[in-house]
């Protein structure tokens, strides 16, 4: 590869070993290997036998620190997978991207279980604590978790009151990290 011809990166694509380059702008090193953690261009600097990645703005990824929208798509005791599908403040995304909250991760106090936190199809807010995927995800500020559920017995939406979500025709109330944005309100 040399400096006239530009190859183009994409977020977890390995690029080379560190006994071959350095690592340079948006590259990460795991195992001794050199991954992008961005779209976009890759920079060969053979004299100096460093590698890096120009990001392209055009498209969206998540970035380290970002707060992105997602729905929990898979859930076990200890975590769940998650798509993303929106990141707040930045145009519609690139592509699919999937993220990974684990439950040391869902909130500043301990939790059991992911259970305790979330449920399948929970729409949920959180902040990307990784630049590669599958992004490693956090709700444990006050204001992210979960913005949208419905009830694990009968499908309906879950209302906030008086701290809690509650099934209105259940007349039960579900255990969730809340978002201070959640979307339904007892009026």
Not at 15 to 40: A, C, I, K
Not at 115 to 136: C, E, G, H
């Amino acid at each position: 590869m040399t400096n006239e011809k530009k190859k183009v990166a994409v977020p977890g694509e390995l690029l080379g070993v560190e006994e071959e380059y350095v690592p340079g702008n948006n590259v990460y090193v795991e195992d001794g290997e050199l991954y992008s953690n961005t779209y976009g261009a890759v920079d060969l600097d053979s004299q100096n036998k460093k590698i890096g990645v120009t990001a392209e703005n055009k498209v969206a990824i998540p970035e380290l620190g970002d707060i992105v929208e997602g729905v929990i798509a898979s859930a076990k005791e200890d975590s769940c997978s998650v798509t993303i599908v929106a990141i707040k403040g930045k145009k519609p995304l690139s592509g699919n991207f999937s993220g990974v909250l684990h439950v040391s991760q869902v909130a500043k106090s301990y939790v059991n279980t992911i259970f305790d936190a979330v449920n399948l199809n929970d729409r949920i807010l959180a902040k990307v604590m990784t630049s590669w995927a599958p992004y490693q995800l956090s709700t444990a500020d006050d204001d992210l978790g979960v913005i949208y559920a419905t009830c694990t017995r009968c499908g309906e939406e879950l209302v906030f009151k008086r701290g809690g979500l509650f099934c209105m025709r259940d007349k039960f109330f579900e255990r969730k990290k809340i978002s201070r944005s959640y979307l339904l309100k007892e009026v």
